[in-house]
């Protein structure tokens, strides 16, 4: 546009511009937000599941021997209500340990590709939720980005592009805007991405004051220093199942 033709601008074309910019730095802003948490999650379900196989395996068998020693007094003492509540205790924890133990799936470790990161990023620019302002169109969206999220986490990029391609070539892709409602709807399209952007750093901030997150940390440190930490947190709960073994025989 010539110097005239800018000067010629309304003031509600101009900050129209303005606006347009800041939406579009922010929708570069949630998009890698998006992706930072999705493999942030993923990361810690693939952990933790490596973490129950090595070490929440033993816990389970170390409370149900508990479970067990804890029964065994309370049928040696009928009329000790404290031996009834800890034997009722001790099966409830032996339950849940196993439950999770159970409950687990063997999972590699997360580490997405840049190609697997790249079609995420693509797909959450094309239809991130917060980018209409339609409710109707934003249900839509939202499911989808739901089934990109679990693509994702899968590492099945073949899915993400399949998503991305009904995507493309759906008619709610094709959207006409008129110059009067431009604005409202860019001051409001940004408004939704802020706040979603405070709804992932407060879940980002959740995940990594979580005890699984540290642990993980810690895990990771002591593999860098070349030490197995859930090895050794294994060996510790077999030696503690060695000796209570040993001590009801």
């Known amino acids: 546009m010539s110097a005239d033709g800018k000067r010629r601008q309304t003031p509600e074309a101009r900050e129209l511009e303005r606006k347009r910019a800041e939406l579009t730095r922010l929708e570069a802003e949630v998009v890698?937000?998006?992706?930072?948490?999705?493999?942030l999650q993923a990361?810690?379900?693939a952990f933790e599941d490596r973490y129950l196989r090595i070490v929440g395996v033993r816990y389970a068998a170390l409370d149900e021997?508990?479970?067990?020693?804890?029964e065994t007094q309370a049928r040696l003492n009928p009329g000790d209500?404290?031996?009834?509540r800890?034997?009722?205790?001790?099966?409830?924890?032996?339950?849940?340990s196993s439950q999770a133990v159970g409950e687990a799936a063997p999972q590699q470790k997360f580490t997405p590709s840049e190609s697997l990161k790249k079609c995420f990023r693509e797909?959450?620019?094309?239809?991130?939720?917060d980018l209409t302002t339609d409710e109707k169109e934003r249900s839509r969206r939202q499911r989808l980005m739901a089934e990109a999220n679990r693509a994702y986490a899968d590492g099945d990029e073949a899915r993400l592009q399949a998503i991305l391609r009904e995507w493309e070539e759906s008619p709610e892709s094709v959207t006409?805007?008129?110059?009067?409602?431009?604005?409202?709807?860019?001051i409001r399209q940004i408004a939704q991405i802020e706040e979603r952007l405070r709804t992932i750093e407060a879940e980002m901030v959740q995940l990594r004051s979580s005890d699984l997150f540290q642990l993980k940390t810690k895990v990771?440190?002591?593999e860098a220093r070349s030490e197995d930490l859930l090895a050794e947190m294994a060996e510790e709960i077999d030696q503690q199942v060695a000796g209570l073994t040993l001590k009801g025989t």
Do not use: F, M
């Open 220 to 222: 990771e440190e002591a």
């Open 65 to 70: 021997i508990k479970a067990q020693i804890a």
């Open 81 to 84: 209500p404290t031996a009834q």
């Open 86 to 96: 800890g034997a009722t205790q001790a099966r409830a924890e032996a339950q849940e």
């Open 123 to 129: 797909v959450a620019k094309r239809l991130h939720p």
């Open 32 to 39: 890698q937000c998006e992706l930072d948490l999705v493999t």
């Open 43 to 45: 990361e810690l379900r």
């Open 176 to 186: 006409d805007q008129g110059p009067g409602a431009d604005l409202v709807r860019v």
